[in-house]
């Protein structure tokens, strides 16, 4: 039962709370049309996100994986976006040995106030995921 | 599992590019939802309503709103299935507004998207666990930093209500940049005559503790109860001794000191009070330019002190306090002229800020009130005000405008006319922005009776010839090229963060935009509060503001902290850690990344080592559930389970 329009990939977006959700709705707020593929889900913390999650995202049938939390050093929890960063950097170079292109996956930070900025980002990442079409990778059995 | 969907309309803010009747007629077919309906506005009282009796009606375990941004509304809903009898902790929402309706042209594709969102917060809504709140005491005191007039007036309204005060000051006396100004507008009171007595109240107010020329070195805790650890500078003055005589400020023989107060305008002396009604009223001493600490030898200002109060061998003090709410009334700074080249970027000594000419018109500034240019003392015939000298400019990176400027380039060319009656202003402007109470009839004041010529436009170039400065610019409303010759110029520079706001930010765990001005919660309806509880905003440290806005937010600030100390008790935010003690094997990875030391290792009784989380510390951010290796540690609310059956709504289904 997909709800998807054709032209569409599936795309997952985690967001942290503090900034990046509220640059998203900043670019809500403000209008800023985006290409309608990312589905988000809200993480208190981009430090919150496991790297599995994106693994399991990806081997489940998403397209692509973007990750946005707070800028270094403006981060609500302090360091939360720096533990982000090791973890999300080492995914990225485990990802090729799972079959997966690493440009399916792409972190970035994005203040509250960046709603622009977020609209790029979405834009950005939407083209490359289709630019690299959909990820055919042996499907997982559902649990 | 019963869940009960409400698909929000908002007028036509989502109803108009989704189809929501498609929404719930999807969202039916999903397992465990029992009820779906659209409506025009959820969040309206008859809205809320609707979703308390469906709960009733229907039996509902768990419902899930798709509407606007949970960051919006989410507490909203919460209480509502709260009155009805859930745990709040029953409830998602799912944001089909800002996310999809707003940003997305195509209803096809919006619709389609919008059913997804619903199902992901459905998924997730029915791995919910009920959540309770613990509560924990309040301490009773706040702290405020920054000691202008926003934080004055905070300082002040927060002890009046009886309430114990710390008022931090960065800089030797309280004031800010409110007792530089020589004369407010639009009414040309004295800004120090109705400052002052604010300044002596903070002084001799029993409740506020002043720390003037301290700083913040470290914030601990959470609302409630934080820890604060406050330098207090080395002045090399015992302050206790000195009774601000200023004997020593006159011996003192090192006369080159920049000074901070006058923005440079006249040199000051190595040990000074920064200006006569300073609170406190006391001398310290600038080591960069005192020849006991740049020569080894000097020493006369402890020869002439009267009371032995000069200690050349003072240490910076670490004070810690505890208190319960922050205010942050950091205010702002001006932009570095050398930033503007084409009006000199400081080479000309007779192209000066705003600020800088304000202290020349005060009677207690370095040139006692007498305009006179720093070039050669003369006293200027024509003098053109440049308003926008870094404001509204892309190109320096400050698009924003400054606030104010229009308002002060007014009042010091009305101010510059009635010193020195035969002088000619002019002012080159943008727009004149004077929305204020009186403020449209003041600068018209300026141009009707004060004969202040107003040329729209901006200035190009400034450069001297002869002992004239050339001011070159446009006149936009004429079409023409204008040319003023000029004895003083004076820009009116773009306001700007304080360079340090962003290491503030950090300590105070708050956000701040890319021009560095912290982010208040809601724009228009929570303009000082903080995403962070318990820290409060006030004045121009969250974007340029005059005296009475700044004003305003010291007393909207000074009100939300007692309604918040109302209560003895408050409530835990209870989406915090939790360890599962049977899968814990003790590793303690937890206890190494938790950003504010929440976690403890614990004995149990058959001695084996698990982690612990102390439920008021913990903040939630879920930086442990993500490194503990066996998933022991989950944050509730945002626990494996949950964050997955997100993932796997969207890619499995």
């Keep these: 039962m997909s709800d998807v329009a054709p032209r569409e990939l599936r795309i997952v977006g985690f967001l942290c709370n503090w900034c990046s959700y509220g640059g998203a709705d900043t670019a809500g707020v403000s209008r800023f049309k985006q290409p309608t593929d990312l589905r988000i889900i809200r993480v208190p913390c981009s430090g919150r996100v496991d790297p599995l999650f994106i693994v399991k995202a990806l081997l489940n049938g998403a397209d692509g994986v973007l990750v946005s939390g707070c800028h270094p050093r403006d981060c609500h929890y302090t360091d939360g976006n720096f533990y982000a960063r090791r973890r999300l950097e080492m995914l990225k170079r485990l990802l090729p040995f799972l079959g997966i292109d690493e440009k399916r996956f792409y972190y970035t930070w994005i203040s509250a106030s960046e709603g622009a900025r977020w609209q790029q980002t979405v834009t950005d990442f939407t083209k490359r995921v289709h630019e690299l079409g959909p990820l055919h990778v042996k499907k997982e059995v559902a649990p | ?653």
């Design chain 2, 1 to 653: 599992m019963r869940v009960g969907v409400f698909i929000c309309h908002c007028g036509n803010n989502i109803a108009g590019t989704i189809d929501v009747a498609r929404v719930a007629e999807e969202t039916r077919k999903l397992p465990g939802v029992v009820y779906a309906t659209t409506y025009m506005y959820t969040c309206s009282e008859p809205g809320q309503e609707e979703i308390q009796k469906a709960i009733k009606s229907e039996n509902l375990d768990r419902v899930v709103v798709a509407a606007c941004s949970p960051r919006m509304h989410e507490l909203t809903f919460r209480r509502t299935v709260a009155k009805a009898g859930l745990n709040r902790y029953f409830f998602e929402q799912a944001n089909i507004r800002e996310h999809v309706s707003w940003v997305g042209e195509d209803k096809e594709s919006n619709t389609g998207k919008a059913i997804e969102i619903v199902r992901m917060a459905v998924e997730k809504v029915k791995q919910n666990k009920p959540l309770y709140s613990t509560s924990f005491k309040v301490n009773k005191r706040v702290l405020v930093i920054g000691g202008g007039v926003a934080g004055m007036q905070a300082a002040l309204d927060c002890a009046d209500g009886g309430l114990e005060v710390l008022l931090v000051e960065k800089s030797p006396s309280v004031g800010g940049m409110m007792a530089r100004l020589d004369k407010t507008f639009p009414t040309i009171d004295c800004s120090i005559c109705i400052l002052g007595p604010k300044m002596v109240d903070v002084a001799q107010h029993d409740k506020i503790k002043l720390y003037a020329y301290s700083e913040i070195d470290e914030i601990k805790g959470y609302v409630g109860n934080y820890q604060i650890k406050i330098r207090k500078k080395a002045t090399y003055v015992d302050w206790t001794k000195c009774t601000g005589c200023g004997t020593c400020m006159e011996k003192c023989p090192s006369k080159n000191s920049y000074d901070h107060f006058n923005f440079g305008v006249a040199p000051t002396k190595a040990i000074n009070i920064p200006f006569p009604q300073a609170i406190p009223k006391k001398a310290k001493i600038d080591p960069d330019y005192c020849r006991q600490f740049t020569k080894g030898k000097c020493g006369v200002c402890a020869k002439i002190c009267p009371t032995k109060a000069i200690d050349y061998e003072m240490q910076d003090e670490i004070v810690t306090e505890e208190v319960g709410a922050i205010i942050v009334s950091t205010g702002y700074s001006l932009i570095d002229i050398e930033r503007l080249p084409e009006y000199g970027g400081g080479r000309y000594p007779d192209v000066i800020t705003g600020i800088q000419y304000e202290r020349i018109l005060n009677a207690s500034g370095p040139t006692s009130g007498h305009i006179v240019r720093p070039s050669d003392h003369a006293e200027p015939r024509t003098v053109v005000f440049v308003a926008c000298a870094g404001s509204r400019d892309k190109s320096i990176g400050i698009p924003y405008c400054s606030n104010f400027c229009c308002m002060y380039i007014a009042k010091q060319a009305i101010l510059t006319k009635d010193h020195v009656p035969d002088s000619q202003s002019y002012v080159f402007y943008m727009d004149i922005r004077s929305p204020g109470k009186g403020y449209d009839e003041f600068t018209r004041r300026a141009q009707e009776e004060y004969g202040v010529k107003y040329i729209r436009g901006r200035v190009s170039r400034i450069y001297p010839k002869g002992n004239k400065m050339i001011v070159k610019g446009a006149d936009t409303l004429l079409g023409t090229q204008v040319e003023v010759e000029a004895d003083l110029v004076v820009l009116g520079t773009a306001v700007i963060s304080n360079s340090d706001a962003g290491h503030m930010a950090e300590k105070l765990h708050i956000s701040y935009d890319t021009f560095g001005f912290y982010v208040e919660s809601h724009p228009k309806l929570r303009p000082v509060e903080t995403n962070t509880s318990g820290v409060f905003l006030a004045g121009a440290c969250q974007g340029p503001k005059d005296i009475p806005a700044s004003v305003g937010q010291g007393s909207a600030a000074a009100s939300k902290v007692q309604a918040l100390f109302s209560k003895d008790m408050l409530e835990s935010d209870p989406a915090v850690a939790k360890v599962n003690i049977n899968t814990c094997v003790g590793c303690l990875k937890c206890v190494k990344t938790c950003p504010f030391q929440a976690i403890k290792e614990k004995e149990l009784r058959d001695g084996r080592i698990v982690a612990d989380v102390i439920e008021t510390v913990c903040a939630g951010c879920g930086v442990c559930t993500s490194t503990c290796p066996c998933g022991a540690i989950q944050l509730q609310h945002f626990t494996d389970n949950q964050l997955l059956a997100e993932v796997n709504a969207i890619c499995l289904m």
